[in-house]
T-cell receptor
Framework: NAGVMQNPRHLVRRRGQEARLRCSPM?????VYWYRQLPEEGLKFMVY????????ESGMPKERFSAEFPKEGPSILRIQQVVRGDSAAYFC??????????????FGSGTRLTVV | AQSVTQLDSQVPVFEEAPVELRCNYS??????LFWYVQYPNQGLQLLLK??????LVESINGFEAEFNKSQTSFHLRKPSVHISDTAEYFC???????????FGEGTQLTVNP
């Protein structure tokens, strides 16, 4: 029973390129959350998705960032035209039902994005 | 909305010494409280959680935290730390009816020989 799988672990992009981060939730989990950890900071909520639906995207930057969780396949966090300030660790977490925050989410190992 | 304040960004201690990592939260509704640990270049692992009932919760590796509602605190303690406890520790809160976790800024615990 694999945990939350994120890939790639490390991603280097030049300014202006696109970054695509993938997250496969735990088996049986249909809820996915993305968090961003900037250097020397805590994790900040970005977006909460269920299969084919965005439930809460209040933490997403208004431009260049998008997320999806299709019926089949992993959740994708997409960053267009990356800038140096996007350099961070991006973590994905999953749960099997809404309102299960009391059980704590299962986090992936993260994708560390470096924009050069 | 909730907020979490971790009062110390860095805590250096010697091996076998006791340690306390402080966490205060703010919320207008009932909350769940968590401590997560992050080892270098790894994801977050749940250390312990408070949902309800006994205000003192324990982890399997000797950490404990006490929920203090009047002081809105959830401090993490360990009576005797090991080198292997060196990591970043995050306090987090969520509404009991919600799904979003709000994290503190983290406390880097460094255990020296």
């Amino acid at each position: 029973n694999a945990g939350v799988m994120q890939n790639p672990r490390h991603l280097v992009r030049r300014r202006g390129q696109e970054a695509r981060l993938r997250c496969s939730p735990m088996k049986g989990h249909s809820h996915v959350y993305w968090y961003r950890q900037l250097p020397e900071e805590g994790l900040k909520f970005m977006v909460y998705l269920q299969k084919e639906n965005i439930i809460d995207e209040s933490g997403m930057p208004k431009e260049r960032f998008s997320a999806e969780f299709p019926k089949e396949g992993p959740s994708i966090l997409r960053i267009q035209q990356v800038v140096r300030g996007d350099s961070a660790a991006y973590f994905c977490a999953s749960s099997h039902a809404v309102g299960t925050s009391g059980y704590g989410y299962t986090f992936g190992s993260g994708t560390r994005l470096t924009v050069v | 909305a909730q907020s979490v304040t971790q009062l110390d960004s860095q805590v250096p201690v010697f091996e076998e010494a006791p340690v306390e990592l402080r966490c205060n939260y703010s919320s207008s509704v009932s909350v769940y409280l968590f401590w997560y640990v992050q080892y270098p270049n790894q994801g977050l692992q749940l250390l312990l959680k408070y949902l309800s009932g006994s205000t003192l919760v324990e982890s399997i590796n000797g950490f404990e935290a006490e929920f203090n509602k009047s002081q809105t605190s959830f401090h993490l303690r360990k009576p005797s730390v090991h080198i292997s406890d060196t990591a970043e520790y995050f306090c987090a809160v969520s509404e009991t009816s919600g799904s979003r976790l709000t994290f503190g800024e983290g406390t880097q615990l460094t255990v020296n020989p």
